[in-house]
């Protein structure tokens, strides 16, 4: 059925059980929160593809203005609103993150981005940008801060890089928080500190073996130990990523936090886990596959609970699977392996005159390191030699 005005200030500011949208034809409908916040949109064609615009609430915005609004954005026309109100911060971050990051940015970033803004974006605003004022910015920003104070940074960040795609578009002015700088706000992330002992890293193996995760969430978290690799490098990691006639692992550079590839050896542990996940998974492309066909590698989110799983359960100082590559880092220094060679593992850029000249990878000496490490770890799991092998299987989930 088509809107009316008197439903419409029926379900206003009034608690609401109905459907969370409803249409009124040709594209145009309204969100209605629980709470009763009547929100009009439209659907439309944008070169060739298919968006959502949201175009102001109701009764600041009225039924008959929004038809208008909504026939010239279909018209390919930009809408004039009689009130001057633009876009709602949580609208041109949609628009920003859909017509340039997921066009424009690697996948990473656009996940980077997905995951920081999946708990605040929500807190943003919701006015007009241009009636937002300086302290509803920094209420907004010191709420953030209040419960995770590293990520308010990145999201005044990303913001001002939003707002400013759309200040170069011409569909806002320059908004009154654009002269915030990132340090005004929240507190700089920690730099992490933390060197796991070997009897904890074999605590943490044991715990990960004896948990109920699946398999392939399981390898993960044993690669990111052996191998001090980033989550994000186990995580995504395909099929084709491993040549087992050279023995040799590729991290893609769409996927390493350099831009460059990253070649390490599979090793006698790599071997095993490898074809452990490999055995588990039915995935074509993927080692470590999502929750149904086609899904792409397994959430960042499956991995995050299995750790905080274990950290409430393991009775150790506070933990995180990246502490893996600073201890591979620092045991390995410990043992006399060269810091250039700990680097090229980590997957780091070498600096100075190394990262000019040199562009050795080093695939024997990592391997040999690898070795040294995996040697410590299994004489502290008490298998000093032979192959892998699961402290307790657990069941695979």
Not at 87 to 103: G, H, I, Q, S
Not at 263 to 278: D, N
Not at 281 to 302: A, K, M, R, T
Not at 356 to 381: F, G, M, P, S
Request: hydrophobic share 40%; charged share 25%; with cysteine.
């Amino acid at each position: 059925m088509a809107l009316s005005d008197s439903w419409l200030r029926g379900v206003n500011g009034k608690p609401y059980a109905g459907p969370s949208e409803v249409s009124d034809g040709d594209g145009l409908s309204v969100r209605v929160s629980p709470k009763g916040v009547v929100a009009f949109q439209v659907r439309h064609v944008v070169d060739g593809k298919r968006v959502r615009t949201s175009l102001g609430r109701y009764p600041a915005l009225t039924l008959r203005e929004a038809r208008i609004k909504a026939d010239e954005l279909k018209s390919g026309v930009a809408p004039i609103s009689a009130s001057g109100d633009e876009p709602t911060p949580a609208a041109l971050f949609d628009e920003w993150f859909e017509k340039y990051v997921m066009r424009e940015c690697r996948e990473g970033t656009q996940k980077y981005y997905r995951y920081t803004f999946s708990s605040v974006k929500n807190r943003l605003p919701d006015r007009p940008i241009n009636q937002i004022t300086m302290d509803m910015w920094l209420s907004y920003f010191d709420a953030i801060s209040e419960r995770a104070p590293g990520v308010t940074r990145a999201v005044i960040t990303a913001l001002k890089a939003c707002f400013n795609w759309h200040v170069r578009r011409g569909t806002i002015n320059m908004p009154n928080m654009m002269s915030l700088r990132a340090r005004d706000v929240g507190a700089p992330a920690k730099t992490g500190h933390r060197v796991l002992t070997v009897p904890e890293v074999a605590k943490i193996w044991r715990a990960i073996e004896a948990s109920r995760a699946g398999t392939g969430n399981k390898v993960i978290h044993l690669l990111c130990l052996v191998y001090g690799c980033r989550l994000s490098e186990a995580r995504t990691l395909k099929r084709q990523d491993l040549d087992f006639e050279s023995m040799v692992w590729t991290v893609p550079a769409e996927i390493s936090k350099t831009g460059r590839p990253i070649r390490r050896p599979i090793t006698s542990v790599g071997k095993q886990l490898f074809e452990r996940a490999a055995m588990a998974s039915v995935d074509p492309v993927y080692l470590f596959p999502g929750q149904g066909e086609g899904n792409g590698p397994l959430e960042i989110h499956s991995c995050n609970r299995l750790v905080s799983r274990l950290r409430s359960s393991l009775g150790i100082p506070h933990w995180r699977i990246h502490d893996a590559r600073r201890t591979l880092s620092t045991r390995l220094s410990e043992m006399g392996v060269s810091p250039h060679i700990t680097e090229v593992m980590l997957g780091h850029t070498l600096l100075g005159v190394m990262a000019v000249y040199n562009k050795h990878d080093w695939l024997e000496d990592q391997a040999a390191a690898y070795e040294r490490w995996w040697t410590v770890i299994q004489r502290e799991l008490g298998v000093a030699t032979g192959p892998v092998v699961a402290v307790n299987p657990g069941h695979d989930v």
